[in-house]
T-cell receptor, first 114, second 116 residues
Framework: AQKVTQAQTEISVVEKEDVTLDCVYE???????LFWYKQPPSGELVFLIR??????QNEISGRYSWNFQKSTSSFNFTITASQVVDSAVYFC???????????FGKGTRLHILP | NAGVTQTPKFQVLKTGQSMTLQCAQD?????MSWYRQDPGMGLRLIHY???????DQGEVPNGYNVSRSTTEDFPLRLLSAAPSQTSVYFC???????????????FGEGSRLTVL
């Protein structure tokens, strides 16, 4: 069965620092999809990125970047020059092809201190 | 664009009562699912559906029933509420392809349920 581990329960950094959120996954499938979601203090869940298992290119979107490494089964998320608005809970999730479950990690609560 | 609509947003129940959380989406998504969110536990999948008439169990299905009679609606029923079901419930929908659920999940705003 698939599994997602976010070992960092809570992280605090000072504004403008870079921060990396770790995500390690387990799957026996060769085809799968990885996701990151953000949950700000207001409570809604916001999609950030989807990556399929055949695309190991790193992705950059503004201050956000994602590092996908199949060799270590990791899909880490880095925020560069963090801002207070980045304070949120971030979830990593995994979906295996031919299985219709999307399984989430327990999330990492990120505090950006002014 | 309504997206995914959940009702009610807040509910207080007594132990043993039953209730239904409603979820409706207007994006013509085949895939719908229910999650519960508890402190320190992340989002845990309760039930999901890949289309009308098809439902399946997720990680924590006990105590919950679902049905999918239409593409748009996916209600979650608590038959006999227990304090352990106190949680925030999220409904989500997504597009699908031959390779499973590959699209992003669109979430409702959540329903906060308290069972006394």
């Amino acid at each position: 069965a698939q599994k997602v581990t976010q070992a960092q329960t809570e992280i605090s950094v000072v504004e403008k620092e870079d921060v990396t959120l770790d995500c390690v996954y387990e799957t026996r499938d060769t085809t799968y999809y990885l996701f990151w979601y953000k949950q700000p203090p207001s409570g809604e869940l916001v999609f950030l990125i989807r990556r399929n298992s055949f695309d190991e290119q790193n992705e950059i979107s503004g201050r956000y970047s994602w590092n996908f490494q199949k060799s270590t089964s990791s899909f880490n998320f880095t925020i560069t020059a963090s801002q207070v608005v980045d304070s949120a809970v971030y979830f990593c999730a995994l979906s295996e092809a031919w299985d219709d479950k999307i399984i989430f990690g327990k999330g990492t609560r990120l505090h950006i201190l002014p | 664009n309504a997206g995914v609509t959940q009702t009610p947003k807040f509910q207080v129940l007594k132990t043993g009562q039953s209730m239904t959380l409603q979820c409706a989406q207007d994006m013509n998504h085949e895939y719908m699912s229910w999650y519960r969110q508890d402190p320190g536990m992340g989002l845990r999948l309760i039930h999901y559906s890949v289309g009308a008439g098809i439902t399946d169990q997720g990680e924590v299905p006990n105590g919950y029933n679902v049905s999918r009679s239409t593409t748009e609606d996916f209600p979650l029923r608590l038959l006999s509420a227990a304090p352990s079901q106190t949680s925030v419930y999220f409904c989500a929908s997504s597009s699908t392809s031959s390779g499973g659920v590959t699209g992003e999940l669109f979430f409702g705003e959540g329903s906060r349920l308290t069972v006394l």
